[in-house]
């Protein structure tokens, strides 16, 4: 029998045949990576890329904290199960400049402590409230620069998660995630503009048909823009996912800014609302985090030709060449007017 549809309210709700779950006393749900939003490792904006690398040596760490309010509810009919109601996470990334064209970099998600309503109500086991989320490690290459006088900068960014979350946190898909993303940023006067687009091949989500396996492939867009300067900057990033089991697109609409503290050491502070009723899009977000970026200055043209060295003692115990005190005569008997002819006088 065809599952029914479920009228969908504004937030991340779910229509899933609650009835329609193995007749036990409890069943589990079945595990998937809930979040939706990646932080990004590196030079860019909080949230979004902007196809810049870190130069060759630079270090770049970052510690990002967030809040999400209903990034799961459950809707049969006129029931309705806010299954995870307040969730509070942690990321933390770092990447490392290995070339001019090459970065590697990682992330490790922690969930910290979410809450909802009791499952069990409906026959499912209550979530975890901590757990460890999907890692990931990453390549970044870059295209173009516009550190060599290019117009943009242009970079494609390789991921790959490890299933090693809790699924019982539903931080961890059933299988490996691979994304491949291409990004690109400019400058226009005091503001930075930057695209991405990519996708995301993963595992079918669950509960967009139970019993459900297979890969899906999501499409992932993202647009920002941020100012530029040394002291506050402002930031915008709009982010949004596609893909076939997904009920409606999830957008999410995040604005902040980032000051520096000290040399390298920025605070960032992002929030915003989130559209769709796809799991993991909260009605609200709200992000705080502090990174630090270390780079080495650019190095020095090498010239072609050494220079000769020349050292100050030497200067000092050179002799001191004068001009020869000799003077070579100089004829000066053509210079005279000639004498006048005694015989043609007179």
């Given at each position: 029998?065809?599952?029914?549809?479920?009228?969908?309210?504004?937030?991340?709700?779910?229509?899933?045949?609650?009835?329609?779950?193995?007749?036990?006393?409890?069943?589990?749900?079945?595990?998937?990576?809930?979040?939706?939003?990646?932080?990004?490792?590196?030079?860019?904006?909080?949230?979004?890329?902007?196809?810049?690398?870190?130069?060759?040596?630079g270090l770049s760490?970052?510690?990002?904290?967030?809040y999400q309010q209903?990034?799961?509810?459950?809707?049969?009919?006129?029931?309705?199960?806010?299954?995870?109601?307040?969730?509070?996470?942690?990321?933390?990334?770092?990447?490392?400049?290995?070339?001019?064209?090459?970065?590697?970099?990682?992330?490790?998600?922690?969930?910290?402590?979410?809450?909802?309503?009791?499952?069990?109500?409906?026959?499912?086991?209550?979530?975890?409230?901590?757990?460890?989320?999907?890692?990931?490690?990453?390549?970044?290459?870059?295209?173009?620069?516009?550190?060599?006088?290019?117009?943009?900068?242009?970079?494609?960014?390789?991921?790959?998660?490890?299933?090693?979350?809790?699924?019982?946190?539903?931080?961890?898909?059933?299988?490996?995630?691979?994304?491949?993303?291409?990004?690109?940023?400019?400058?226009?006067?005091?503001?930075?503009?930057?695209?991405?687009?990519?996708?995301?091949?993963?595992?079918?989500?669950?509960?967009?048909?139970?019993?459900?396996?297979?890969?899906?492939?999501?499409?992932?867009?993202?647009?920002?823009?941020?100012?530029?300067?040394?002291?506050?900057?402002?930031?915008?990033?709009?982010?949004?996912?596609?893909?076939?089991?997904?009920?409606?697109?999830?957008?999410?609409?995040?604005?902040?800014?980032?000051?520096?503290?000290?040399?390298?050491?920025?605070?960032?502070?992002?929030?915003?609302?989130?559209?769709?009723?796809?799991?993991?899009?909260?009605?609200?977000?709200?992000?705080?985090?502090?990174?630090?970026?270390?780079?080495?200055?650019?190095?020095?043209?090498?010239?072609?030709?050494?220079?000769?060295?020349?050292?100050?003692?030497?200067?000092?115990?050179?002799?001191?060449?004068?001009?020869?005190?000799?003077?070579?005569?100089?004829?000066?008997?053509?210079?005279?007017?000639?004498?006048?002819?005694?015989?043609?006088?007179?």
């Open positions: 029998m065809p599952m029914p549809k479920f009228p969908l309210k504004h937030g991340a709700l779910v229509a899933l045949l609650l009835g329609g779950l193995p007749a036990r006393a409890q069943s589990t749900l079945p595990g998937f990576d809930l979040e939706h939003l990646e932080v990004n490792v590196g030079r860019g904006l909080s949230v979004l890329r902007n196809g810049e690398l870190l130069v060759t040596g760490v970052g510690l990002v904290g967030q209903l990034p799961l509810v459950l809707l049969n009919g006129e029931r309705q199960l806010e299954l995870v109601r307040n969730r509070a996470s942690a990321v933390l990334s770092g990447s490392y400049g290995v070339l001019p064209w090459l970065e590697v970099g990682a992330q490790v998600p922690i969930v910290l402590w979410q809450q909802g309503e009791d499952p069990s109500t409906v026959g499912l086991t209550p979530l975890a409230s901590q757990g460890l989320g999907t890692p990931e490690v990453q390549a970044r290459l870059g295209v173009l620069s516009r550190r060599d006088d290019q117009p943009v900068d242009l970079a494609v960014d390789l991921g790959l998660g490890l299933p090693l979350g809790s699924a019982a946190v539903l931080g961890r898909d059933s299988g490996l995630r691979v994304r491949a993303l291409a990004h690109v940023g400019t400058q226009v006067g005091s503001l930075k503009p930057s695209l991405e687009a990519g996708v995301l091949l993963r595992s079918r989500n669950p509960l967009s048909a139970p019993g459900a396996t297979g890969q899906a492939l999501e499409v992932r867009l993202g647009a920002g823009v941020t100012t530029s300067g040394q002291g506050l900057r402002g930031e915008l990033a709009v982010k949004a996912a596609f893909a076939a089991d997904m009920a409606q697109p999830s957008v999410e609409v995040l604005g902040g800014g980032r000051i520096p503290l000290s040399e390298g050491l920025e605070l960032h502070a992002l929030a915003g609302p989130g559209l769709g009723n796809t799991p993991g899009t909260p009605i609200a977000r709200v992000l705080l985090g502090v990174s630090f970026r270390s780079e080495p200055p650019p190095r020095m043209e090498t010239l072609p030709e050494p220079v000769p060295q020349l050292r100050l003692e030497e200067l000092q115990t050179r002799p001191e060449r004068r001009p020869a005190q000799h003077v070579e005569p100089v004829p000066t008997r053509e210079l005279l007017p000639p004498e006048p002819d005694s015989s043609s006088q007179p």
